[in-house]
């Protein structure tokens, strides 16, 4: 759930955003399940750089916020972990009738003190965008239908465990995201995405990622 208001005026923007988790972890010998609420994230957007014309616009945000350790990192699976982070993003996006170009960086500053101090993070995406249909607004708002094919890739650094480091965690992984989404109108919108990687390079000796799918909705209440 998120919850965004306007600060100030339309290019200031605070928002809390509280996940609610349902995580399952499933092995030969033995099976886990936690459900709950995750992590939550207060942080601050300003757009910086705003560009309109007809069928093209321009716009780059900056963003800082803080996630805090509301969830309970002892269940198993976990649901949190356990630590006040902090993370710093800029985006940009250029559309331009029936095709967008979307950039963004992020980089997540952790800064646990416990017995696991978990690496920092950096995470770079490019997104390429294309408007199915309609081919041309009749009406405005229309529901739409969107093409997208994205570069999504992480480099964690390494963990800590009471004080020493665990060369098994962390590494790069870069992944080729095709995607599509449909847009029904103002408030609500699906979209579905597959991940396959293409740089996959983690730490040391452990399980790599295969490929990954994901199902979404976005629904605006007010």
């Known amino acids: ?5 306007n600060l100030f005026s339309d290019k200031f923007q605070v928002a809390v955003i509280a996940p609610f988790l349902n995580v399952n ?6 099976n886990f399940s936690s459900f709950g609420i995750g992590d939550m994230r207060l942080f601050a957007k300003y ?3 705003q560009f309109d014309r007809k069928n093209e616009t321009i716009r780059v945000a900056s963003k800082a916020g803080i996630k805090l350790p ?5 269940e198993s699976p976990p649901l949190g972990t356990g630590s006040t982070d902090y993370f710093f993003t800029t985006v940009a996006a250029w559309i331009k009738k029936r095709i967008g170009i979307y950039l963004e960086g992020i980089y997540n500053l952790n800064t646990s003190k416990g017995r696991v101090d978990f690496g920092n993070s950096v995470a770079y995406n490019l997104a390429f965008g294309y408007r199915l249909l309609p081919a041309i607004y009749e009406t405005y708002p229309s529901p739409q239908l969107n093409a997208f094919l994205e570069i999504n890739g992480t480099t964690t650094d390494t ?3 009471s004080g020493q480091e ?8 870069i992944f080729l995201s095709p995607g599509i989404q449909y847009v029904g109108g103002r408030r ?10 293409v740089v996959n390079k983690p730490n040391g000796t452990r399980l790599a990622t295969d490929w990954t799918a994901s199902f979404g909705t976005r629904i605006l209440l007010f």
């Open 1 to 5: 759930i998120a919850v965004p208001y």
């Open 25 to 30: 972890f499933d092995s030969r010998n033995q």
């Open 47 to 49: 757009l910086v750089y």
């Open 70 to 74: 509301t969830g309970n990192e002892k």
């Open 159 to 161: 963990n800590s465990i």
């Open 166 to 173: 665990v060369k098994d965690l962390g590494g790069t992984i």
């Open 188 to 197: 609500w919108l699906l979209e579905a995405s597959v991940q396959i990687p």
